[in-house]
């Protein structure tokens, strides 16, 4: 009598294929995750940035406050001093510039001395978005004190 051949199993080409397959999914899945990963951390560098921006243009201007009510005709050149190389008190991502307004409204570089500027730009680089602040020299000597 002959025994009849069992066919119960895999052979070993079914066993390879089934093995490389899986193997090409998962590079593809891992591919994908890590381009995925990688992209979810750029949100929260900009979140991080932004809230150092927004902390250091708080602390400008109640640094600000403090000196127009200290000195109110020689705020601005303060304040941009602290701004400005040497000083850079507010570290090198802040700067600063005088403007003005021409009659349209656009901004337009103040082309007169310091001590009569009027208005100053002040620009926190942040990642993602750019914080701006406008200080202006628009309180006299004789005004109440600004509360900060």
Known sequence: MRLAASRAGFTLIEVIVTIVAAAIVGVIFIQFMGTAMSRSVRP?????????????????????????????AG????????????????????????????????????????AEARTLKVTVNAAG?????????????NSPPVAF
């Not at 507010?90 to 003005?100: F, K, L």
């Not at 978005?129 to 309180?139: E, K």
């Open 75 to 114: 705020a601005l050149l303060t304040l941009k001093g602290q701004i400005d190389p040497p000083t850079r008190k507010y570290g090198e991502t802040v700067s600063a510039d005088y403007i003005q307004f021409n009659a349209g409204g656009n901004e337009v570089p103040f082309a007169g001395p310091a």
């Open 129 to 141: 978005n750019d914080l701006v602040a406008l200080f202006t020299r628009s309180r006299t000597a």
């Open 44 to 72: 929260l560098e900009i979140v991080r940035g932004e809230a150092e921006a927004e902390r250091l243009l708080e602390r400008i201007t109640a640094d600000y406050v403090f000196e127009v009510n200290r000195d109110p």
